[in-house]
T-cell receptor, first 116, second 116 residues
Framework: GAVVSQHPSRVICKSGTSVKIECRSLDFQATTMFWYRQFPKQSLMLMATSNEGSKATYEQGVEKDKFLINHASLTLSTLTVTSAHPEDSSFYIC????????????FGPGTRLTVL | GENVEQHPSTLSVQEGDSAVIKCTYSDSASNYFPWYKQELGKRPQLIIDIRSNVGEKKDQRIAVTLNKTAKHFSLHITETQPEDSAVYFCAASIGAGGTSYGKLTFGQGTILTVHP
């Protein structure tokens, strides 16, 4: 149980285009999902916290107009990288928490974004 | 906000030796401390976690200790095997309530290499 999927696993796009990444909890309802970014040989950095039915909370330094997050249902959150540039190339990972009172997060397999 | 420091950044051991990775955290409100193993291009995998009401936890070859007073926690791997080679991350989660609930702050990571 507690499986999280991400789609796509890899995406290559041209500079200036937008890319949407989906994060799904397959066998549980996720009241909260988190989006992380990981550059090569670095740690995971939290970008934003996404709660179902409400606006996402962004970490300091993360542009909310560039990284659009929508948590439309208890099993789906999406991250859209708008007007992507080469410096946005990274490994994007989502995680989901099952319900209040359970601290453990379950991670998706990640999406490798390459912006040319 | 929370700040997690992890040492060492790289650790090389011989098969069968023990490995110890240490982390310190800054926010006394943190009460959940997971450890993750991440292989290249893969999602972080939870290997062990500890909560602030416990000082030590063990699972076969892996153990974690927590010193709340000093705000540090450590991962101990005994009888290391080549398949233990990976990047290990510690993390801390701020206590319940408010927008910070469940947010994970990661350490910088430790590249563990176990030589046969």
């Amino acid at each position: 149980g507690a499986v999280v999927s991400q789609h796509p696993s890899r995406v290559i796009c041209k500079s200036g285009t937008s890319v949407k990444i989906e994060c799904r909890s397959l066998d549980f309802q996720a009241t909260t999902m988190f989006w992380y970014r990981q550059f090569p040989k670095q740690s995971l950095m939290l970008m934003a916290t996404s709660n179902e039915g409400s606006k996402a909370t962004y970490e300091q330094g993360v542009e909310k107009d560039k990284f659009l997050i929508n948590h439309a249902s208890l099993t789906l959150s999406t991250l859209t990288v708008t007007s992507a540039h080469p410096e946005d190339s990274s490994f994007y990972i989502c995680s989901a928490r099952t319900r209040w009172g359970r601290t453990e997060q379950f991670f998706g397999p990640g999406t490798r974004l390459t912006v040319l | 906000g929370e700040n997690v420091e992890q040492h060492p950044s790289t650790l090389s051991v011989q098969e069968g030796d023990s490995a110890v990775i240490k982390c310190t955290y800054s926010d006394s409100a943190s009460n959940y401390f997971p450890w993750y193993k991440q292989e290249l291009g893969k999602r972080p995998q939870l290997i062990i976690d500890i909560r602030s009401n416990v000082g030590e936890k063990k699972d076969q070859r892996i153990a974690v200790t927590l010193n709340k007073t000093a705000k540090h926690f450590s991962l101990h791997i005994t009888e290391t095997q080549p398949e233990d080679s990976a990047v290990y991350f510690c993390a801390a989660s701020i206590g319940a309530g408010g927008t910070s609930y469940g947010k994970l702050t990661f350490g910088q990571g430790t590249i563990l290499t176990v030589h046969p």
